[in-house]
């Protein structure tokens, strides 16, 4: 019987730990995808695997960014992902106006080109902390253990670097 009321006070903890973020993490989601069904599997792919490795998971002053990067990383996968065309209803016709669901590879490239470009014009070791943190989605710690530093240096690299791309790239109209 204690080992019952263990897994529910678990499962308690997780619910209060990870529930509260699920509106910012639907929002990143959607923001990324465009697609309310798509936001709203990632959302829940994320909670299934934050769930599963509920014991190893970052201290909580960690787990928003930990989660965003998790949300981020899966709506790349998605977006990377080939999605198979959907049929058009009977009497349409194939490119009467739909968008496609992904972006074309040709966006994928200019957008891939893009970020190249930007972490190219950074020092070495800047471009390394935002590539390890932002793309592969890894801790402080990791990228602290991997490129010989500390994991408070590695933040301090990462927000100096990141207001510094926010300060010098220009803004772009998104609509």
């Not at 792919?45 to 998790?70: F, I, K, T």
């Not at 996968?77 to 349409?92: C, K, Q, S, Y």
């Not at 968008?99 to 014009?121: F, K, M, N, V």
């Amino acid at each position: 019987m204690p080992q019952i009321l263990s897994i529910f006070s678990e499962h308690d903890r997780f619910i209060r730990r990870y529930m509260p973020m699920s509106r910012e993490m639907y929002a990143m989601a959607f923001r990324l995808l465009q697609q309310p069904e798509e936001a709203e599997d990632v959302v829940q792919d994320v909670m299934l695997a934050l769930y599963e490795r509920r014991h190893s998971l970052p201290p909580e002053a960690n787990e928003l960014p930990y989660v965003l990067a998790m949300i981020r990383n899966r709506c790349i996968d998605r977006l990377r992902t080939p999605r198979p065309e959907t049929l058009a209803p009977p009497g349409e016709e194939e490119g009467s106006g739909s968008e496609p669901l992904t972006p074309s590879p040709e966006a994928q490239l200019e957008a891939r080109d893009y970020l190249e470009h930007i972490l190219g014009g950074l020092p070495p070791r800047a471009a390394e902390v935002i590539r390890l943190r932002l793309v592969d989605g890894l801790s402080f710690e990791d990228i602290a253990r991997q490129m010989g530093i500390t994991a408070g240096n590695a933040r301090v690299i990462l927000s100096r670097t990141l207001q510094e791309i926010k300060r010098t790239t220009p803004k772009t109209d998104t609509r």
